[in-house]
């Protein structure tokens, strides 16, 4: 049973546009979420991490955590090609051993 | 540029053939993770070590893989017998704690099992 849910599962974007991706932990022992980029070929690399309830921005992206209902959301604005990949989600929790993925969310950026 | 050191990148392997595959964790991360990545994009959690201790590992892992983290050597997966379902990334990611501290993975070993 899949812990960590994201949606949708695809995206197209057009250049410039905003890409909004979401994910959600059926896990009410989390209390991390993570956003991971994987460029196709590529190892994930960490984008940007929350635990506290609320917003946080980092240049174009910004990440929304709702702790009641384990919901996060990724937010991409002014979307380039660049950032056409995999973001993956994933959960981790104090006395977890592992960080928990989804299957994330393939954003394609049109030009 | 990643700093956990995959090897190979690439390997073939024959059903019922052993594959092993290395990892190099980032200098100073006693931590390191394995994880299995499908065609789907699915992220199986194999294994993880604290420096040379195993800390958590799934049934399969245990059951038909053999992993270690010798010191002063590189951390090693091994498959002892390759089902075409292993065909898969295999990921090594390190970190400097267990839980809630951000992974750095490495570029993986492709295992394809013909």
């Known amino acids: 049973q899949q812990k960590v849910q994201q949606s949708p599962e695809s995206l197209i974007v057009p250049e410039g546009g905003m890409a909004s991706l979401n994910c959600t932990s059926s896990d009410r022992n989390v209390d991390y979420f993570w956003w991971y980029r994987q460029h196709s070929g590529k190892s994930p690399k960490m984008l940007m991490?929350?635990?506290?309830?609320g917003e946080k921005e980092e240049g174009r992206f910004t990440v929304h955590l709702n702790k009641a209902s384990l919901h996060t959301s990724l937010h991409i604005r002014d979307s380039q090609p660049s950032d056409s990949a995999l973001y993956l989600c994933?959960?981790?929790?104090?006395?977890?051993?592992?960080?928990?993925f989804g299957t994330g969310t393939t954003v394609s950026v049109s030009p | 540029n990643s700093k956990v050191i995959q090897t190979p990148r690439y390997l073939v392997k024959g059903q019922g053939q052993k594959a092993k595959m290395r990892c190099i964790p980032e200098k100073g991360h006693p931590v390191v993770f394995w994880y299995q990545q499908n065609k789907n994009n699915e992220f199986k959690f194999l294994i993880n070590?604290?420096?040379?201790?195993?800390?958590?590992q799934i049934d399969m892992t245990e059951k038909r893989f053999s992993a270690e983290c010798p010191s002063n050597s590189p951390c090693s997966l091994e498959i002892q017998s390759s089902e075409a379902g292993d065909s898969a990334l295999y990921l090594c990611?390190?970190?400097?704690?267990?839980?809630?501290?951000?992974?750095?993975f490495g570029k993986g070993t492709r295992l394809t099992v013909v």
């Open positions: 990611a390190s970190s400097l704690s267990q839980a809630n501290t951000e992974v750095f």
């Open positions: 070590f604290q420096n040379q201790e195993v800390l958590q």
């Open positions: 994933a959960a981790s929790r104090q006395g977890g051993r592992a960080l928990i």
């Open positions: 991490s929350i635990f506290s309830n």
